[in-house]
C-alpha cells in the first residue's frame, strides 16, 4: 500500500479500489480542495444552462477573460485560458523549451515531468529545512545563472505553505530579465492567504515580459472537473506562440460559462477566506502545543508537518488515519523530505477537530 501514499493528492479512486473504502465516504485532507465545495449560485445558473453543451464556446473567450480580469485585476489581453492549470503549465513549458531549468522545491512533481518531456534538464533550488522552507534570496539569484533558460515557483508553494513576497518576486525577474531567463509562478493556492496583495505577482505581470502567472479553479472554488485554468503574460510573442502551441477550445462552453459566474461570486470569496483563516490558526495553534511534531506556518490552505519522534512514520499515521476514512498525505514523496514529513488540509471545523484528535492520540503518545 506504501505507493499509494505517493500518488496525487486526492486520489480517491486509487484510495477506493486499496482499502475498499467509497470514495464518497472519504474525508479527503490530502487533495486540497475548498471545504465549502463548488459555488451554490454558479451551480444554480449552470442546472439552468446545460443547453451550452450543444455550442462551442467562444473561440477567443472574451467574456471568461473580461470576468478573469475584474477579478485579479489582470490585463484582459494579457489573459489565456486553458484546460486547467496542468495544461497550461505544460503549454508554456513546451514554449519556452528551456535546455537548462531551476524548479523551486520541494514542488508539486508535474514541472520536473514537464520538463523532461520537452528534453530539457532541472535541478532543484532547495527551501531549507533549517530556513523553515523560507526563501533564500540571495542564494536563489546566485543560481540563476545565464545558462538557465527556465525558473519555476509554486507561491505559497506545495507543500510547504511558504511564500515568496512581491518585494522578492520583483528582484527575482529583474535578475532573471537581465539573464535571458524566463519565470513561471504558480499561484495555485494564493486565493487562500491571509496576506495575497503582499505576495500576488499579477501587478508585476505588465511590468515584466518574462513573466508567465498561472492560476486554476481545482482547488479554491472546489472545482476539479471543470478543467479551468488561466495565467497572465503581458510578452505578445509569447501568447502568439502560446496560441500556436495550444489546442483551440481547449476550455468547453460549460467551463467557459461557469468562469464567467464563479469569479464574480464575491461572498463565497470572502466566505472561504475567513473559514479557510481562522481554521488555518486554530490548527497551527493546536499543533504547536505539540512536543512532537513541528507544524510549519502556512499562507495556503495546508499545514505541513514534521515528526519529532522516531515511534511512528508518516506513513503509519496515513495507515491509521485511513481506517478512519481520513485520507491525508505522506509527503515523504516530495523532493528534499522525508517519512517524517506530512501534509493535511483545511476543511470543516468538525472535520479538523477529528483529524488533529487522531493524529494527537498517535503522535504524542
Not at 514541472?111 to 523532461?116: D, L, M, N, P, T
Request: proline share 4%; aromatic share 10%.
Amino acid at each position: 500500500m506504501a505507493a499509494l501514499t505517493h500518488a496525487h493528492g486526492g486520489d480517491l479512486d486509487a484510495i477506493q479500489r486499496a482499502y475498499g473504502i467509497p470514495r464518497e465516504e472519504i474525508i479527503d485532507f490530502s487533495g486540497n480542495i475548498n471545504p465549502l465545495g463548488f459555488p451554490k449560485k454558479a451551480e444554480d445558473a449552470l442546472k439552468e444552462n446545460l443547453h451550452l453543451i450543444k455550442t462551442y464556446p467562444d473561440k477567443n473567450y472574451l467574456a471568461l477573460k473580461q470576468a478573469i480580469g475584474a477579478y485579479t485585476g489582470a490585463d484582459p489581453a494579457h489573459i489565456v485560458v486553458g484546460n486547467g492549470s496542468t495544461e497550461l503549465i505544460s503549454t508554456f513549458i513546451q514554449t519556452v523549451n528551456a535546455k537548462k531549468s531551476i524548479i523551486m522545491g520541494p514542488a508539486y512533481s508535474e514541472y520536473e515531468r514537464e520538463v523532461s518531456l520537452t528534453g530539457g534538464t532541472f535541478t532543484y533550488f532547495p527551501l531549507k529545512e533549517e530556513d523553515d522552507f523560507r526563501l533564500n534570496l540571495e542564494a536563489l539569484l546566485a543560481a540563476l545563472t545565464p545558462e538557465i533558460g527556465m525558473f519555476i515557483a509554486c507561491n505559497p508553494n506545495n507543500p510547504t505553505g511558504t511564500a515568496i513576497h512581491t518585494d522578492e518576486m520583483r528582484k527575482i525577474l529583474t535578475h532573471c530579465k537581465e539573464n535571458g531567463i524566463s519565470v513561471m509562478v504558480d499561484e495555485t493556492y494564493i486565493e487562500f492567504s491571509d496576506i495575497l496583495p503582499e505576495i500576488c505577482s499579477i501587478p508585476l505581470v505588465a511590468e515584466f515580459d518574462n513573466l508567465f502567472v498561472i492560476r486554476g479553479t481545482s482547488k479554491f472554488f472546489a472545482a476539479p472537473g471543470i478543467r479551468l485554468g488561466y495565467g497572465m503574460s503581458s510578452n505578445q510573442a509569447f501568447l502568439e506562440r502560446l496560441k500556436t502551441n495550444q489546442n483551440p477550445w481547449s476550455v468547453n462552453s460549460l467551463a467557459d460559462f461557469i468562469g464567467q459566474h464563479i469569479f464574480s461570486d464575491v461572498e463565497f470569496h470572502k466566505t472561504t477566506q475567513k473559514l479557510v483563516s481562522e481554521e488555518r490558526k486554530k490548527a497551527f495553534a493546536e499543533l504547536s502545543t505539540w512536543k512532537n511534531i513541528k507544524a510549519y506556518p502556512s499562507e495556503a490552505n495546508f499545514i505541513l508537518l514534521k515528526l519529532k519522534t522516531d515511534k511512528v512514520t508518516a506513513h503509519d499515521l496515513f495507515e491509521k488515519c485511513i481506517v478512519k476514512k481520513m485520507l491525508i498525505r505522506d509527503a515523504s514523496s516530495f523532493t528534499f523530505l522525508d517519512e517524517t514529513f506530512l501534509r493535511f488540509c483545511i476543511l470543516s471545523p468538525e472535520h479538523n477537530a477529528a483529524l488533529l484528535q487522531e493524529l494527537k492520540q498517535w503522535v504524542e503518545a
